[in-house]
């Protein structure tokens, strides 16, 4: 098939992107003490000189004490750390690219297998990661307010440093996504509730702190997913009804792009139709959609990081679904941290020279 559709342009507010093609977020762990070094500006310059149209961050925390369980994931806050991602979009702007910062905070987690540990207790809405498991604090009101502003902060600067956009991570089972879910919100105040839209009032009020923060014109994604790592086969939103409940006020609070978390790209969200989540997320919302989840490879990401390897794979169905208008641009994550160049060689039909990904590119910065 013909690839056209992944190298037109797209425009939105501040983003004006030669390409489909969106490096997305993957942790990295190589920001010693939360600050990026040149080692990491020179990783996502090789990707902007390699023709990726977007490149979103790996997680970089916000300001909040236990934002973090990893001693070497950047933060997003303080004069060194903001320093060093001066330093990362100087590098991409150079390399013809752009650049988001994805800002994060991972509420409850587990207790890094480092040992290393935050200074205060991990919090979270109901001091819960997955069911059963206990391994922080309940959010004060305080803390609520305070961690709200704290995204507020590190969107603001994400502007002022120069970057092309802001990403607020509400994925995989981290804070945001942990007031979604049932699972790990128990709160019975108004940050809590029995529904999936009565939940999502945190991640509202982040996004208008953001929209707040950097005014109307600078772009604001934020990244969702069903699934969570404790239970792959989750689904926050069951239906099509449910899904335009709970992102619909997301959209009108200031998200311009919903960034859709699949392990596969190519799984229908709900039966009766073969959209994905991007497609459906579109479909209810009318805003501009990212589909990711193992494109351009066999294997799935969470795969990966038990070592599975994955081989080059066919982009026929991605292109047939964009074609189509299912969403508007490509997350495409293992293939491009294993070669800077993939997006180079894909738009130049250089598909024998497509590299696989194995659990080695994880552990340096190619």
């Not at 207790?111 to 004060?140: A, D, I, Q, V, Y």
């Not at 009101?141 to 509400?170: M, S």
């Not at 702190?209 to 997913?225: K, M, N, P, T, Y």
Request: hydrophobic share 40%.
């Amino acid at each position: 098939m013909s690839n056209e559709s992944l190298f037109k342009p797209f425009s939105l507010k501040s983003l004006n992107i030669k390409n489909r093609i969106v490096m997305a977020p993957m942790t990295r762990s190589f920001s010693p003490g939360g600050v990026p070094t040149p080692e990491v500006a020179a990783y996502y310059r090789r990707r902007a000189e390699g023709e990726v149209g977007l490149i979103l961050s790996e997680g970089t925390v916000i300001d909040r004490p236990a934002s973090s369980n990893d001693g070497s994931v950047p933060h997003f806050y303080g004069d060194a750390a903001l320093k060093g991602w001066k330093q990362v979009i100087d590098g991409v702007h150079a390399g013809g690219g752009l650049m988001g910062p994805q800002i994060w905070h991972m509420g409850i987690m587990d207790n890094h297998p480092s040992g290393w540990l935050p200074p205060t207790t991990f919090e979270g809405p109901s001091g819960l990661n997955r069911p059963g498991f206990n391994n922080g604090n309940t959010m004060t009101d305080a803390d609520i307010a305070d961690t709200i502003a704290a995204f507020g902060r590190a969107a603001a600067d994400a502007k002022r440093l120069g970057f092309d956009c802001v990403e607020i991570h509400g994925a995989h089972g981290y804070l945001i996504d942990q007031f979604f879910w049932e699972g790990t919100n128990e709160r019975t105040d108004s940050f809590g509730g029995k529904t999936l839209a009565e939940r999502s009032r945190f991640a509202i009020e982040v996004i208008k702190e953001v929209r707040r923060a950097v005014g109307e014109d600078f772009a604001v994604i934020i990244r969702l997913s069903q699934f969570k790592p404790s239970a792959y086969t989750n689904k926050l939103a069951a239906t099509p009804e449910e899904m335009e409940q709970w992102l619909t006020p997301m959209a009108d609070a200031g998200v311009d792009i919903f960034h859709c978390s699949q392990r596969r790209f190519w799984e229908p969200e709900f039966e009766g139709s073969d959209l994905n989540f991007a497609g459906w997320a579109k479909k209810v919302t009318g805003k501009a959609t990212i589909t990711v989840g193992s494109v351009g490879l066999t294997g799935e990401f969470l795969a990966a990081f038990a070592g599975e390897s994955s081989a080059p794979s066919s982009l026929d169905e991605l292109l047939r679904r964009m074609d189509r208008g299912d969403f508007d641009l490509v997350g495409v994550g293992r293939a491009i941290l294993a070669d800077p160049n993939w997006t180079e060689k894909v738009k130049n039909h250089r598909t024998a020279d497509l590299k696989g990904f194995s659990k080695e590119a994880l552990g340096q910065l190619l």
